[in-house]
């Protein structure tokens, strides 16, 4: 059973929660000064972790990867043939001669080895077409062992964002398979 309230207990309630102070009272001052003492910590922590993030950036100098990332790859939806995205096949091509050049010319770096990435996070969508068809696969596979193949590439990494539960198995497969054909370097 419920009770009502009284209407003058709701209105001492009330007055009892309206501060009559002025801006020059403790309280105020107090508050103040927390928020303007947080705010400042905070500017100097964001401060702090950017230099940090300099200075790390600045020893370390070059990137010490063994394989540096030539191109990003996506899976075309309809002949899962290699293909760059947003360029025409002339485009990979001229870039994919150009790392020849590169592997050919008098560098200091003489066993440099070069790897093509297929998906990433924006890329990602088509692997779970291929995964699903066999025949696709097989093509999929046959296509990076081309591309590798053709133009003297290293390695082929594939990242796929988050795949499904049910498809982490069939992906594993893939890898597995790649591996096995050299196609894929794992550390």
């Not at 209407?7 to 105020?28: F, K, M, V, W």
């Not at 107090?30 to 947080?38: D, H, K, P």
């Not at 400042?40 to 020893?59: C, D, N, P, Q």
Request: hydrophobic residues 35%; contains cysteine; charged residues 25%.
């Amino acid at each position: 059973m419920q009770t009502r309230r009284n209407p003058e207990t709701r209105r001492s309630l009330i007055e009892q929660n309206q501060c009559e102070g002025s801006l020059d009272d403790a309280r105020y001052c107090t508050a103040t000064v927390v928020i303007i003492s947080v705010l400042f910590v905070t500017g100097v922590l964001a401060l702090l972790i950017s230099f940090i993030g300099l200075f790390v950036a600045e020893t370390m100098g070059e990137t010490t990867t063994e394989y540096p990332l030539f191109t990003t790859t996506e899976i075309p939806t309809t002949d899962f043939d290699h293909i760059t995205k947003r360029d025409t096949f002339e485009t990979t091509t001229t870039r994919l001669l150009n790392v020849r050049s590169i592997k050919s010319s008098d560098s200091n770096e003489t066993n440099l080895k070069i790897m093509v990435s297929i998906g990433g996070p924006d890329n990602s969508d088509n692997f779970s077409d291929v995964l699903e068809d066999p025949a696709k696969t097989r093509t999929f596979i046959e296509s990076v062992m081309s591309l590798l193949k053709e133009h003297d590439i290293h390695g082929v990494d594939l990242f796929w964002k988050w795949p499904e539960e049910y498809q982490q198995f069939e992906y594993s497969k893939l890898l597995k398979e790649l591996r096995e054909r050299e196609c894929l370097k794992i550390n």
